[in-house]
């Protein structure tokens, strides 16, 4: 199941302006794929009713789900990617942060 995501990372950054680094874009798709290990520890110690109301549940899936998911990608690229030498430049965490959330997709 792992194969399409590896595909989906190499066909993007195939597309990349600047020279890839593939040792830490595969380290971090590597960390997003097992950041769902935090949303679901996440789930386990906190997991609160699905509201009834409408309005209630796009707050609920829009604040609490999307800030939970997007938190443990962004935590797998400051773990994965940020500490590395060849982290220098914006476009680098572009690249990291695509990774990181192809991983947690795939």
């Not at 509201?51 to 962004?74: D, H, R, T, Y």
């Amino acid at each position: 199941s792992w194969l399409p995501g590896i595909c989906w990372l190499a066909y993007v950054e195939s597309r990349s302006p600047q020279p890839v680094i593939w040792s830490r874009l595969i380290l971090t798709f590597l960390a997003g794929g097992l950041s769902v290990f935090g949303v679901q520890a996440f789930r386990y110690f906190y997991d609160p009713a699905q509201p009834e109301n409408p309005l209630a549940q796009l707050v609920f899936f829009c604040v609490i789900v999307g800030a939970v998911e997007e938190s443990c990608k962004m935590l797998a690229v400051l773990v994965a990617a940020w500490p590395r030498r060849d982290f220098c430049g914006a476009w680098d965490g572009v690249g990291s942060a695509r990774a990181a959330a192809l991983g947690f997709a795939t």
